[in-house]
């Protein structure tokens, strides 16, 4: 019976348009990180922008928890809402995260690893973006939105294999003569590895979604 009335209940489709949003400034963070690991000079202002998108993004998510407190009907389950955003901006928050670190540490210069870790959090950051407007039709996208998912995962194994091959690249190259260079390294590389482990997590926040809703 609820079920059916909820059926004839129009749904909050803003939620579709905020997630969506939200999208775009984990491709923007993504590619202003990228930004950051080409290193030099424009380090300082590229950390900048990831810190402007993250910003922007946080409203955004309280703008969804707002509307999930003050809406009757939900496109889906108020807690996979809840999930959703919050994973998303987790990753932008890592990403975040990866940019403090960078300030913190003064680092210009960037292992080759790192920069290939960029890459993938580009590339993990536009198939996210390319899934969230499929969630307006859940039902006509489901193969396509399973699939991208299967992506996000492989990239995610990706970034484990750069993660241990930078580590080791890592402990016998900067760190024999600074073993400072080692933990500043390897707080980046984690802090990198991080981000496309919460890409996944948005990943399977949309599969529980469509496992749930189907």
Wanted: hydrophobic share 45%; charged share 25%.
């Amino acid at each position: 019976m609820l079920k059916w009335f909820q059926a004839l209940m129009p749904k909050e489709d803003r939620f579709f348009d905020l997630f969506e949003a939200h999208s775009r400034t984990l491709t923007a963070g993504a590619l202003a990180l990228q930004q950051v690991l080409a290193g030099g000079d424009g380090v300082p202002a590229a950390c900048a922008e990831v810190a402007r998108h993250e910003n922007e993004a946080d409203q955004i998510t309280r703008e969804v928890l707002l509307a999930v407190r003050r809406t009757f009907i939900t496109p889906f389950d108020r807690s996979d809402i809840h999930d959703l955003i919050s994973s998303m901006d987790d990753a932008i928050d890592q990403m975040h995260k990866t940019a403090k670190a960078i300030t913190l540490f003064e680092v210009r210069q960037f292992e080759p690893d790192m920069t290939t870790l960029g890459q993938v959090i580009v590339r993990t950051s536009a198939l996210v973006a390319e899934a969230v407007p499929m969630l307006r039709n859940l039902q006509g996208n489901a193969t396509k939105l399973n699939a991208l998912a299967e992506q996000i995962s492989a990239l995610e194994e990706e970034s484990d294999q750069l993660y241990d091959t930078g580590m080791a690249t890592l402990f016998k190259g900067p760190a024999r003569a600074d073993p400072m260079a080692f933990i500043v390294g390897s707080e980046i590389y984690d802090h990198l590895e991080k981000v496309v482990d919460r890409f996944e997590d948005v990943a399977n926040r949309i599969s529980a979604v469509l496992i749930e809703h189907l």
